[in-house]
């Protein structure tokens, strides 16, 4: 597989329940992003690892909590979460280079519903 | 603070014509980079063009090009000989040269092309 593959694609949850979102990026990539994409909203940063290490947490709930075992892959582990977390949540990578362009490849998302 | 607007929320383009897409965006930053990502149906955001703001030339890629006006603060898409394929939602972008992960995104514009 090539590129950044998002699993699963769609996920329906209980306020109560636990489960995970993964990510893997095929690209070599040193970097990978979470992002929220909820509707009429700007996309919302969320984590950014950079070799493994998160190098930025946009203020985000710690019912949200990423895991970033190696450079390629990246999970976002929920727990009791609420109706207003349903949304599309973007995986992304990119080779990041001082000064450079740092092009975000994107993942096809993973659909959540709470319940 | 660097924000991104598309006052657009809805186009539409009937198919073989152009259409333009508005972006405008405020920074006090002098060197940054500009995007253009398409989101279709599928879900996967994809990048369709990118600009250095250190460059006068305008971006072109294919069918795609920009009107880049950095004095306004201006990132317009031109999309010509438009296709069925292009109909999706397309998302500007706005990076600052220093900050590595620091994409702003506006809010999105939906495209639809009329056979």
């Known amino acids: 597989e090539t590129g950044v593959t998002q699993t699963p694609r769609h996920l329906v949850m209980g306020m109560t329940n636990k489960k995970s979102l993964k990510c893997e990026q095929h690209?070599?990539?040193?970097?990978m992003y979470w992002y929220k994409q909820s509707a009429k909203k700007p996309l919302e940063l969320m984590f950014v690892?950079?070799?493994?290490?998160?190098?930025e947490n946009n203020s985000v709930p710690s019912r949200f909590s990423p895991e970033c075992p190696n450079s390629s892959h990246l999970f976002l582990h929920l727990h009791t979460l609420q109706p207003e977390d349903s949304a599309l949540y973007l995986c992304?990578?990119?080779?990041?280079?001082?000064?450079?362009?740092?092009?975000?490849?994107f993942g096809a998302g993973s659909r959540l519903t709470v319940l | 603070a660097q924000t991104v607007t598309q006052s657009q929320p809805e186009m539409s383009v009937q198919e073989a014509e152009t259409v333009t897409l508005s972006c405008t965006y405020d920074?006090?930053?002098?060197?940054?980079?500009l995007f253009w990502y398409k989101q279709p149906p599928s879900r996967q955001m994809i990048l369709v063009i990118r600009?250095?703001?250190?460059?006068?030339q305008n971006a072109t890629e294919n069918r795609f090009s920009v009107n880049f006006q950095k004095a306004a603060k201006s990132f317009s898409l031109k999309i010509s000989d438009s296709q069925l394929g292009d109909a999706a939602m397309y998302f500007c972008?706005?990076?600052?040269?220093?900050?590595?992960?620091?994409?702003?995104f506006g809010t999105g514009t939906r495209l639809k092309v009329l056979a």
């Open positions: 992304a990578s990119s080779q990041d280079r001082p000064l450079g362009a740092n092009v975000l490849t």
């Open positions: 690209l070599g990539h040193n970097a």
């Open positions: 690892y950079n070799f493994k290490e998160q190098t």
């Open positions: 600009q250095e703001a250190y460059k006068q």
């Open positions: 920074t006090s930053e002098s060197d940054y980079y």
């Open positions: 972008a706005y990076r600052p040269l220093s900050g590595t992960y620091k994409y702003i």
